[in-house]
């Protein structure tokens, strides 16, 4: 049975299990994960610093980037509706009114949810947001009747905050999302710009908490000192963020990203900055001519829960050898399996900085600051 706890937040749903830590005190969950760095990072716990975190209402209503599953339930009992939320034993748990839910992820399915076909119109597999853009994505290559779009339903997406409505066609949506052919613009602008002035399109990804975010990135530029006579790569640079911090400080730049719209929103965020469309792996022959010009050797990389791939992290080590190296992670698993192997090819672990970006749960992600050692 459930913690009382659990349910003690309007919305929250007691079936979900969406968030491992909604039953904890905000000091209990900061111990338990701080207790998890501690064990998967063990031989540099000496460098683990305390989890910064966000306090109060902020550890609520923060989710402004979902991927939920769609299910249209039809017959028996219940009133034919979709369900948007959390699949569980084949069925979806319906969370739209979750409190983690920022209120413009509710507002938008709140709108939406009233208006939207029944499947059998309108074949919605999942239901994607990244902040003021919303994708609804559809397991069909043919584009549907959209009759139910209305002025009506404009300004009640206009109210939520809602700048831009796609459509993503994709027969064999699933695993995958999105299909780079699929797109089609139903309404409104094809990006946004966050609180950070930094363009967005409907697949960015994005942190989710900016305050925490941004302390990340002060300490990572704080600790790599970047300037006129330095040199940084920046490897999965997302949409430009961190190059335009790297930018701004006087260094010389370059990115690599995978991302097609990530990379178009990098051209605009980091002008003049050039980032190299791929797997990190896969582009490292462009690197290495980069980065043979004099200057200070940086890094900074923000790579996914799989970590550094094999031939990055060679790279890293044999080749490129960076003073200064700060790596942003979502797993300490292969975060500490990837230090291992810094540490053995003579980088030292100054500090690691974990931050709550997602309060509630159970997941935690951690900076790390390595110095070449002489």
């Known amino acids: ?62 989710r402004d980037r979902v991927t939920l599953t769609a ?13 948007i939320g959390l699949m569980r034993r ?20 709140a709108a939406l949810l009233q208006v939207l076909p029944a499947a059998a119109h309108f074949p919605l597999a999942f239901y994607v947001q990244a902040g003021a853009q919303v994708t609804l994505v559809l397991k069909t290559a043919r584009p549907p009747d959209n009759a139910w779009f209305n ?64 302390q990340s990135l002060d300490a990572a530029q704080a600790f790599l000192a970047p300037d006129a006579h330095t ?11 961190t190059l335009r911090c ?10 690599v990203e995978i991302g097609a719209e990530a ?36 890094l900074y990389v923000n790579p996914p829960r799989s970590g550094l791939e094999p031939a990055v992290l060679d790279w890293i080590c044999e080749d490129y050898r960076p003073q200064r190296m700060a790596y942003l992670s979502c797993s300490a698993g292969t975060l500490s399996r990837d230090l291992q192997r810094l540490c053995m090819a003579g980088y030292r672990v100054e500090r690691l900085q974990p931050y709550d970006f997602f309060p509630q749960t159970w997941h935690v992600e951690c900076l790390a600051m390595l110095r070449r050692e002489a």
């Not at 900061?30 to 989890?51: S, V």
């Not at 009114?97 to 413009?104: F, L, T």
């Not at 999965?236 to 963020?241: A, K, L, M, V």
């Open 1 to 62: 049975m459930p913690s009382p706890a659990v349910t003690r937040v309007a919305g929250c749903r007691v079936d979900c299990n969406g968030c491992a830590h909604r039953a904890l005190s905000a000091r209990a969950s900061e111990t338990q994960k701080l207790g998890w760095l501690t064990g998967a990072l063990a031989p540099w716990r000496e460098c683990l610093a305390p989890i910064r975190v966000v306090s109060g209402t902020r550890r609520w209503a923060y």
């Open 90 to 109: 084949d069925e979806v748990i319906d969370i739209r009114a979750c409190p983690v839910h920022s209120v413009r992820v509710r507002k938008t399915l």
């Open 231 to 241: 040199r940084i790569v920046d490897l999965y640079c997302g949409s430009g963020r």
């Open 246 to 255: 790297w930018q701004q400080a006087g260094a010389r730049v370059l990115g």
């Open 151 to 214: 002025a009506d339903t404009v300004q009640a997406l206009h109210r939520a905050g809602v700048e831009g409505l796609w459509l993503q066609l994709f027969p064999s949506a699933g695993k995958r999302l999105f299909h780079k052919n699929g797109w089609h613009l139903l309404w409104g602008v094809p990006y946004s710009t966050d609180e950070a002035g930094m363009r967005y399109g409907p697949s960015a990804f994005q942190q989710l908490i900016p305050a925490l975010y941004a």
């Open 263 to 298: 990379v178009a929103c990098a051209a605009h965020n980091a002008p003049g900055v050039p980032v190299l469309r791929g797997p990190c792996a896969q582009r490292l022959p462009q690197v290495r001519e980069w980065v043979a010009a004099p200057g200070e050797r940086l």
């Open 71 to 83: 299910q249209w339930v039809a017959g028996g009992d219940a009133c034919d509706e979709w369900r």
